[in-house]
T-cell receptor, first 112, second 111 residues
Framework: NAGVTQTPKFQVLKTGQSMTLQCAQD?????MYWYRQDPGMGLRLIYY???????DKGEVPNGYNVSRLNKREFSLRLESAAPSQTSVYFC???????????FGPGTRLTVT | EDQVTQSPEALRLQEGESSSLNCSYT??????LFWYRQDPGKGPEFLFT???AGEEKEKERLKATLTKKESFLHITAPKPEDSATYLC????????????FGKGTLLTVNP
């Protein structure tokens, strides 16, 4: 089992460009999450999907959109990247929001 | 608002020198307290889940304990490979599907 996979691993964007971060899990988990991690701020939830077909905002959703493509895949889209979105992005999944979450390896994004 | 505070921010130990990391939490109706290990450039790796006060979990040199207000991660006779950032997170009944993370403790174990 690969667990949670994310692509790409690194990305550099110019201000105003758009991109989609991809995430997939092979653990048959129902819930999936997108976090960002910044120095001194800890992990902050951007969006989550409790189950296939549903998505909800987390703590810092502004400037992002998500799509739960199917049970395995959950993508995060930046429509118009800003320098404030420079961060490391992690995708995670779990059974139903009550159990431990399993994280992917992260995407390091720099917006210039 | 749910809050999770970890201390110290950084801890430097000599190999074999036991110590503890603290995680204080203020949440409405704790459903689970989680400990993760994060190595540089990698995603958090799950270590333990604790559900009720008095519960303890162990894995190799690590033992996690839980009270009604805080959790401790005890590290016994650490080795250099235990060096990492340790994250604590709480899942409360008032914020289903959402984990509140602390900022982590950076542990360095010198040989």
């Amino acid at each position: 089992n690969a667990g949670v996979t994310q692509t790409p691993k690194f990305q550099v964007l110019k201000t105003g460009q758009s991109m989609t971060l991809q995430c997939a899990q092979d653990m048959n988990h129902n819930s999936m999450y997108w976090y960002r991690q910044d120095p001194g701020m800890g992990l902050r939830l951007i969006y989550y999907s409790a189950s296939e077909g549903t998505t909800d905002k987390g703590e810092v959703p502004n400037g992002y959109n998500v799509s739960r493509l199917n049970k395995r895949e959950f993508s995060l889209r930046l429509e118009s990247a800003a320098p404030s979105q420079t961060s490391v992005y992690f995708c995670a999944s779990d059974w139903d929001g009550s159990y431990e979450q399993y994280f992917g390896p992260g995407t390091r994004l720099t917006v210039t | 608002e749910d809050q999770v505070t970890q201390s110290p921010e950084a801890l430097r130990l000599q190999e074999g020198e036991s110590s503890s990391l603290n995680c204080s939490y203020t949440v409405s109706g704790l459903r689970g307290l989680f400990w993760y290990r994060q190595d540089p450039g990698k995603g958090p790796e799950f270590l333990f889940t604790l559900y009720s006060a008095g519960e303890e979990k162990e894995k190799e040199r690590l033992k996690a304990t839980l009270t009604k207000k805080e959790s401790f991660l005890h590290i016994t006779a650490p080795k250099p490979e235990d060096s990492a950032t340790y994250l604590c997170a709480a899942n409360s009944g008032g914020s289903n599907y959402k984990l509140t993370f602390g900022k982590g403790t950076l542990l360095t174990v010198n040989p």
